[in-house]
């Protein structure tokens, strides 16, 4: 997609519609396909570009994602000011809320990792009475911790999801989903923050 930088940090000029086709070509593309890598995408607000200042690890994988959404109105200033503004933001929540109706639509299967214990489930039931036939894979709160990460793995695997949302907050989740995208069994994988607790809230 075309993208401009701020303070080294990429943004993607995409808008949410833009996004989902994306998201939707991408899951397509996988089911038809095997051994394609799970990508990544990363919903970059201010935050994001003050911590990969400081942070080389998490410039990286947000420069690396296969897309970088303009998350927050700050992004979307800033490419602006640059002259190659975004077109809108493009929040994690939004995202997600927009990726249930696309999900039952198709039966894309949709794994809700992260949050504290109960919030994912609270959020499945919110999503699925809203959007009757959506197949949530899977839930589980866990941990970003890295002893946790084979039997997280295994649950994804167990749930054969195609999309997975992760919220252990930045850059957690971000560096979670990057150190094991190879190993991922989904066709996109993205960090989702706050999301659970605002739609389930
Ligand atoms: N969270 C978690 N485990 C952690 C840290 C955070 O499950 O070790 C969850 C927290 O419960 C919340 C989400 O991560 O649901 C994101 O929190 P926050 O709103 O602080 O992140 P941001 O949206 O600012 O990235």
New binding site residues.
Partial sequence: PPSTTLLGVRVDLLSQAETLSRIDQIVALHRNTTDIPCRQIVTVNT?FIITAQRNPLFRQCINQATLVVPDGMGVVWGTRYKGEPAPERVT?TDTLAALAPLCAEKGYRLYLL???PG?AEATARILQQKHPGLIIAGTY?G??APAEEEDILARIREAKADILCV????P??ELWISRNLSRLPVAVAM?V??A??FLSG
């Fill in positions: 935050e994690g992260g949050a504290a919030v709160a941990s970003p919220a252990y907050g930045a957690a989740q960090g923050g706050g659970y607790d």
